[in-house]
């Protein structure tokens, strides 16, 4: 993407430290430790309940652990003020599971929004709108309502509007559900040239396996509050725990804890 970054992120990445966080008497992550390397796709996989976007909202500080610490680049996400949260979170996009765009604005509008918000001036506001959808193959969407698009294109907007704010780390939760396997594989393809053209940081939460294996760098699963397993791509599908290959193969028994 013209006018991205050149050299990519220089931070070490995301670094979870024993991070816990219960929800009255039901504790949703226990004791998670977990480092996201900077410049790669990790991916986060587990059943549903098992805090996969807790865990994500940590990582922006909007939710606080009840112990532990999250760190970005160094910097513990729990010490910052409402200030310092702001800065942080401007070095984010979040590619949300249904696109979360404004149904009442146009495709291109919902991209300015953001933008405008940082105070860019309109020349520089147009060009990135311009060269988000271009990336995202959907050229001539700027003037369409989310409602006139497809299942997958919305996905595609959203990740424009993502992308559209250069931002050091993005963060996609669950990006291919819903979605055909063909859109999938196109969801797949889009997903490796963003990192590509990027260099941004990524971070997946995800049920599709046959996704994952195609994007990620590492996978990461959660399983009862804990990192059950995290390994490279190749090596994670030779992990010999049950829990893990019964998830890999989607047998039945893979919530039974070995």
């Known amino acids: 993407m013209t006018g991205g970054r050149a050299d990519g992120p220089t931070g070490s990445g995301i670094r979870l430290d024993a991070v816990s966080k219960a929800f009255g008497d039901r504790v949703v992550l226990n004791g998670i430790d977990l480092h996201i390397p900077s410049g790669q796709v990790t991916a986060i996989i587990g059943r549903s309940g ?38 942080l979170r401007r070095r984010f996009g979040y590619v949300f599971q249904f696109a979360a765009l404004f149904d009442s604005m146009t495709i291109g509008d919902n991209i300015r929004l953001g933008l405008r918000r940082r105070g860019l001036d309109p020349s520089e506001i147009e060009r990135r709108v311009t060269e988000s959808l271009a990336v995202v193959a959907l050229p001539d969407a700027a003037m369409r309502l989310p409602a006139e698009l497809s299942g997958g294109m919305r996905k595609r907007a959203g990740i424009a509007r993502a992308i559209a704010l250069q931002p050091d780390y993005i963060l996609f939760d669950e990006p291919t559900t819903g979605l055909d396997p063909v859109t999938t594989a196109t969801m797949d393809t889009l997903m490796q040239r963003v990192r590509r053209d990027t260099g941004a ?58």
């Open 50 to 87: 098992t805090g996969k976007s807790v865990l994500l909202k940590h990582i922006v500080g909007l939710l606080t652990p009840d112990a532990g610490r999250v760190l970005v680049d160094d910097t513990d996400v729990d010490s910052l003020d409402e200030d310092g949260l702001a800065t």
């Open 201 to 258: 940081t990524m971070v997946v939460v995800s049920h599709d396996m046959r996704s994952v294996f195609a994007v990620a760098d590492q996978i990461a699963m959660l399983h009862e509050g804990k990192i059950r397993a995290a390994a490279p791509r190749d090596a994670f599908r030779a992990i010999d725990d049950p829990i893990v290959q019964d998830f890999l193969e989607g047998r039945a028994d893979a919530g039974v804890t070995a």
